[in-house]
């Protein structure tokens, strides 16, 4: 059973930066393919970034090139920087987990992750 715990919400004003982290505990880290959602209030659950065993990484379109996904191995962690945040970044994010056979295999499905954590709140607003 793999256990995710999320950190690093906050309040930031439009334009402003945070660092997202993700620890895991229970697996094995290096055998799961990770993921960052958000939904915000009435929306769906939508894929912000995915990460591969080995590191390739996919983004939502809004993201791209304001957000960035990495993972540390050696500490079972998973970090979303998000820089230029927008007010419509707001919303809980959540990081999730699946096992992967291939090491390059990036998982953007929503159905297809396991494991989630509990969500941690960020809002943008001046």
């Known amino acids: 059973q793999v256990h995710l715990v999320e950190s690093g919400g906050g309040v930031v004003q439009p334009g402003g930066s945070l660092r997202l982290s993700c620890v895991a505990s229970?697996?094995?880290?290096?055998?799961?393919?990770m993921g960052w959602f958000r939904q915000a209030p009435g929306t769906e659950r939508e894929l912000v970034a995915a990460?591969?065993?080995?590191?390739?990484?996919r983004y939502a379109d809004s993201v791209k090139g304001r957000f960035t996904i990495s993972r540390d191995n050696a500490k079972n962690t998973v970090y979303l920087q998000m820089n230029s945040l927008k007010p419509e970044d707001t919303a809980v994010y959540y990081c999730?987990?699946?096992?992967?056979?291939?090491?390059?295999?990036?998982?953007?499905?929503?159905?297809?992750?396991?494991?989630w954590g509990q969500g941690t709140q960020v809002t943008v607003s001046s």
């Open positions: 999730a987990s699946t096992r992967t056979l291939d090491v390059r295999t990036v998982v953007t499905g929503t159905p297809l992750y396991g494991y």
């Open positions: 990460i591969s065993r080995s590191g390739d990484t």
């Open positions: 229970g697996g094995t880290f290096r055998s799961y393919a």
